[in-house]
């Protein structure tokens, strides 16, 4: 809440989404995803989900990021 306080005028699916990535990573490496937390901010979620799937975390787990995505994408669950 400290650092990213705009994070809970997310939507319920959008909120998810930043929790599943940081019980994956941890909260400093989900911090390091900087220009998908921007495209958040600004509710742009079809630039936060391809942020999203520009990452080595979404290629290490494919299948789980591009679920994470689609949801950023659509916020549907």
Known sequence: DATLPWWRTLDEVRCGVLLNVSFNL???LLLGFHKM???LQAKDY???A???LDSDAARDNGAR???LSNQLRTGVK
Do not use: S
């Open 26 to 28: 941890g909260v400093p």
């Open 37 to 39: 937390l921007a495209a």
């Open 46 to 48: 079809e630039l936060a």
């Open 50 to 52: 391809r942020e999203l």
């Open 65 to 67: 990021y591009l679920r």
